[in-house]
Structures are given as C-alpha cells and as structure tokens.
C-alpha cells in the first residue's frame, strides 16, 4: 500500500514537471539582454488556480488571435519573446499574481501583444480578468542607470586620478628644489642658492626647513644639521646680518640658545608654538619672519629673566594693543628700525644690487650722522659715568627714568609710556631708558628743554638739536 501511493506521488510530480515545462519555457530562452519593452500586467481569477494555468491561458487564449507573425509560440522560437514570469497568490478562494511578459518587438507590435492580454478572461477552470499595468521602456532604464553609473565613474575618476596629477606636480617641483640646495661650507651644510652671496641669512635646524623656504621662494637659508652648531654658522654670524628661525617645540628652543650663546646672532623668528618650520606654508613662514624680534631682547628675557621666546610674543602683543598710537617710536621693536635685512629675506624679488645701493645709502648716512658730535666725543665718556647706575637700573627693570637738574628721579616709567609723560611735564633734565632713540622722541624731547637723552642705540636720527646731548649706552 504505501509502495503504490510513493509511485502515485512520484508520477504526479512528474507530470505537474512536464507541464511546467511546457507551459513556462516552451522552448523559448531567456532573453533579457536583447528586450526592449517589458509588459507589466495583472490577473484575478474567481477559483484556485496555478501558474501553469495562467501560462496556459495565455499561450492557449491569444493563439491564431493576432495571426502568424504575432504568434506567442513562433515569438518565443525566434527569441522575440522571452521567458514569460508568472506569480499568484490564493486568498479566500480567488487567485491573484502578476505577469511579466519581455518583448524584443517595437513598441507597437508590443502594445498590441499587451492589449490582446486583456482578452484572456478564463484561466483553467475559473473565471479570471488580466489587466495591463504599463510598458516599461527597458532602454530607458538603461539610460538612466548609465547616467548615474557615469556619475560614480567620474566622482571616482576626481578622487584617484587628479590627486594624482598633483602628486606628481609636486614630485617634479621637489626635483627641482632638490636641485637648487647647494652644500655650504667644509661641513657640507644643505643652503639656499643665495647664501653665499646674500647680506643677510636665514639659520634653520635641518634639510627638510630649507627645502620648505625654497619652495616658498625663501633661498637665503642654511641649516645647522644638528645640535652642535657648525664652525661655518659661527663665521658666517660675524659677516652677514643673522636670523634664528627655529621650531616652536622643545628642540628648537635648545637650538636657539646654543645659537644665542656661541653666534652672533641678530634676530630671533620661531615656527607657531608646536609646530616645524618645515611644515609651514608660505603665510606662516611671513608672518613668522615678519614678527622677529632683535636677538639682544631675546638674551635678556630668556636667560635672565627666565621667559620663553612665545611669552615675550604675547607681552609685545598686549603692549601694542595697550599703549598709544603716538608711543610706538619708543618701544624697542623690529617695527621701528625699517632696514634692508627684512627685505633680504625674501631675495629673489629684490635684486641684490639694490640691497647694496641700500646699504652704501645707510652707512653715508651713518657717517653724516657721527659728524658733528665729534668734538663731544671726550666730555661723553665722563658724562655717561655719572648715569652708569641709572643705566644700569633700566637694563634690568625695562622703564624708563626722569631726572632733575641734581640727578633725582623725578619718575619711573613703563618705556611704552614715555612719549605721553614727556608731553605733560616740565623740568625734566635727563632722560635715561632702554629703548631705541627716534627722530620723533628727539623732536618732543628738545622742546621740553631736556639736556641729556640717553638710550640703547640710535635709528633714523637725522636732526640733532645744539642744546641736546644724545647718548647710546654702547658709547
């Protein structure tokens, strides 16, 4: 008994097989790649009914309707017709499903295969009614996905390729600043083109800092490649005018002190705080370089006063935001004395002839300068004894001091201050502070009637009163 009903099943099976066969396929391929139009449609059937009745129905139902060449069968021989797909659903007695039909045909010839669809109204036992949803056009699908497939294309095609481009930019531009770094010296130190021709240097840490100021245009730079300061960066400080431009980390502060110690060094420049010299771009090496400070000032409050190059940028900020605009002559800033060094540095866009007309039209200037007071010159070396302690007290404390005629202190002043308490007092006799001189602070000075002036240097002093005797700390 069981043996006979496992052969019942088994032949059953086969059969629902073979008509699947015949009523899906029907010897047609599946050719999706050739299809144009694909007819999208509907069916509702009062029964229970199965996919091979819904194929059926429709092979069955539209044979010899739309004549020999719209034949569904002879259709799907030639591949103009391709695999139809069919689905249903059974709920409450009623069958409900889709069909697929793909047409390589024109569009009316498919119109017309999808309107004979809608004639079909009984599949296998039961009533049924298809209803045509749409024609797709498969080719504009296709458009659209080659539209937006071209888009990734292409947004990939920016991301890999034109960094690329640039990256191979770069790699030609670095051969050629690669190229422009010179060996300077029996140490072989990497430089700049024009250092050794150049008035004034820039000294960095190492190969990569140079490289990174050739890049910017900067070609005055040499390295010391190290922390042991090379015997040619020493020589060179004597002859040329010297900027320090180190890292602003721990290492570069190390650097600068050596430099400050063992070089004659006349400006100090530092990267940001944290940051390398050779990973600044070309504002930041500027502005960098544009906020040196005199490397005497440097000494005094790093190593006396304990501070750090960056504490000193802040307390120059905050006076130059605090003090008046009239005060700015007096205050002993990289600001006040304009001279050819800062244009140095950027060397290629001054030729180097004009620097030195610079400099001869400077040192004339300088000698008509120190005419006059040489017949002063003995009387000074007394007279600035009788200040020294005076002198003195302003090094180390940064003020400036009033005196009377009997050398009282008649007021101790912030330097930045000086311009305005000279404007509102009177019976001031000498005027001691560690500042440089100006044309301005002499010109104010000389109509309060001060006989003495005393200041760490001079700059840009041009007219000197008979009755005024200006003095510099160095004489």
Same mark, same amino acid.
């Given at each position: 008994?069981?043996?006979?009903?496992?052969?019942?099943?088994?032949?059953?099976?086969?059969?629902?097989?073979?008509?699947?066969?015949?009523?899906?396929?029907?010897?047609?391929?599946?050719?999706?790649?050739?299809?144009?139009?694909?007819?999208?449609?509907?069916?509702?059937?009062?029964?229970?009914?199965?996919?091979?009745?819904?194929?059926?129905?429709?092979?069955?139902?539209?044979?010899?309707?739309?004549?020999?060449?719209?034949?569904?069968?002879?259709?799907?021989?030639?591949?103009?017709?391709?695999?139809?797909?069919?689905?249903?659903?059974?709920?409450?007695?009623?069958?409900?499903?889709?069909?697929?039909?793909?047409?390589?045909?024109?569009?009316?010839?498919?119109?017309?295969?999808?309107?004979?669809?809608?004639?079909?109204?009984?599949?296998?036992?039961?009533?049924?009614?298809?209803?045509?949803?749409?024609?797709?056009?498969?080719?504009?699908?296709?458009?659209?996905?080659?539209?937006?497939?071209?888009?990734?294309?292409?947004?990939?095609?920016?991301?890999?390729?034109?960094?690329? !481009?640039?990256?191979?930019?770069?790699?030609?531009?670095?051969?050629?600043?690669?190229?422009?770094?010179?060996?300077?010296?029996?140490?072989?130190?990497?430089?700049?083109?024009?250092?050794?021709?150049?008035?004034?240097?820039?000294?960095?840490?190492?190969?990569?800092?140079?490289?990174?100021?050739?890049?910017?245009?900067?070609?005055?730079?040499?390295?010391?490649?190290? !922390?042991?300061?090379?015997?040619?960066?020493?020589?060179?400080?004597?002859?040329?005018?010297?900027?320090?431009?180190?890292?602003?980390?721990?290492?570069? *502060?190390?650097?600068?002190?050596?430099?400050?110690?063992?070089?004659?060094?006349?400006?100090?420049?530092?990267?940001?705080?944290?940051?390398?010299? *050779?990973?600044?771009?070309?504002?930041?090496?500027?502005?960098?370089?544009?906020?040196?400070?005199?490397?005497?000032?440097?000494?005094? *409050?790093?190593?006396?006063?304990?501070?750090?190059?960056?504490?000193?940028?802040?307390?120059?900020?905050?006076?130059?935001?605090?003090?008046?605009?009239?005060?700015?002559?007096?205050?002993?800033?990289?600001?006040?004395?304009?001279?050819?060094?800062?244009?140095?540095?950027? !060397? *290629?866009?001054?030729?180097?002839?004009?620097?030195?007309?610079?400099?001869?039209?400077?040192?004339?200037?300088?000698?008509?300068?120190?005419?006059?007071?040489?017949?002063?010159?003995?009387?000074?070396?007394?007279?600035?004894?009788?200040?020294?302690?005076?002198?003195?007290?302003?090094?180390?404390?940064?003020?400036?001091?009033?005196?009377?005629?009997?050398?009282?202190?008649?007021?101790?002043?912030?330097?930045?201050?000086?311009?305005?308490?000279?404007?509102?007092?009177?019976?001031?006799?000498?005027?001691?502070?560690?500042?440089?001189?100006?044309?301005?602070?002499?010109?104010?000075?000389?109509?309060?009637?001060?006989?003495?002036?005393?200041?760490?240097?001079?700059?840009?002093?041009?007219?000197?009163?008979?009755?005024?005797?200006?003095?510099?700390?160095?004489?």
């Amino acid at each position: 008994m069981k043996r006979e009903k496992h052969v019942l099943q088994h032949i059953l099976s086969e059969k629902k097989r073979v008509e699947t066969v015949r009523g899906d396929d029907m010897s047609a391929k599946d050719e999706f790649g050739t299809t144009k139009y694909i007819i999208y449609a509907e069916f509702e059937a009062n029964g229970v009914v199965e996919r091979p009745d819904v194929v059926g129905a429709i092979f069955g139902q539209t044979e010899g309707l739309l004549g020999d060449d719209l034949d569904l069968r002879e259709l799907q021989k030639t591949g103009r017709i391709g695999r139809i797909r069919v689905e249903v659903h059974t709920k409450a007695g009623k069958t409900y499903g889709t069909i697929t039909v793909p047409s390589s045909l024109d569009r009316v010839e498919t119109a017309i295969l999808a309107a004979a669809l809608e004639t079909i109204d009984r599949v296998g036992p039961a009533e049924a009614q298809i209803k045509v949803l749409r024609i797709e056009d498969v080719r504009a699908t296709k458009r659209k996905y080659i539209i937006e497939r071209a888009k990734e294309i292409l947004e990939t095609l920016v991301e890999e390729e034109i960094p690329e !481009t640039q990256e191979l930019t770069e790699e030609v531009k670095k051969a050629v600043r690669a190229k422009e770094l010179i060996e300077y010296g029996p140490e072989k130190l990497p430089a700049g083109p024009h250092v050794p021709f150049s008035d004034s240097i820039i000294v960095v840490e190492g190969r990569a800092d140079v490289l990174n100021l050739l890049k910017h245009g900067i070609k005055n730079a040499i390295a010391v490649e190290g !922390t042991s300061i090379p015997e040619t960066i020493i020589k060179l400080s004597k002859e040329r005018i010297v900027t320090a431009f180190t890292d602003g980390d721990r290492g570069g *502060e190390l650097i600068l002190k050596e430099l400050l110690q063992v070089a004659d060094v006349d400006y100090v420049a530092r990267a940001p705080e944290g940051k390398e010299v *050779e990973e600044l771009t070309k504002k930041e090496i500027v502005k960098a370089l544009r906020s040196k400070i005199p490397a005497e000032q440097v000494i005094t *409050e790093v190593f006396y006063k304990g501070k750090s190059f960056y504490d000193i940028i802040k307390e120059r900020e905050k006076a130059a935001e605090a003090k008046p605009a009239e005060s700015l002559d007096v205050q002993p800033e990289v600001k006040v004395e304009k001279k050819p060094e800062m244009e140095a540095q950027l !060397t *290629e866009k001054i030729p180097e002839k004009t620097q030195e007309e610079e400099v001869k039209v400077e040192t004339k200037a300088e000698e008509a300068r120190i005419i006059k007071p040489i017949q002063q010159q003995p009387k000074k070396a007394s007279e600035l004894e009788e200040f020294a302690d005076f002198i003195e007290r302003v090094k180390k404390e940064q003020t400036a001091l009033l005196l009377d005629k009997d050398k009282n202190i008649i007021a101790e002043i912030p330097v930045r201050d000086l311009l305005t308490t000279i404007s509102n007092r009177d019976g001031i006799y000498a005027i001691i502070f560690n500042g440089i001189i100006t044309q301005r602070l002499i010109d104010i000075v000389s109509e309060k009637g001060v006989k003495y002036l005393l200041g760490a240097r001079k700059a840009n002093v041009v007219r000197r009163p008979i009755d005024l005797k200006i003095i510099t700390f160095a004489e």
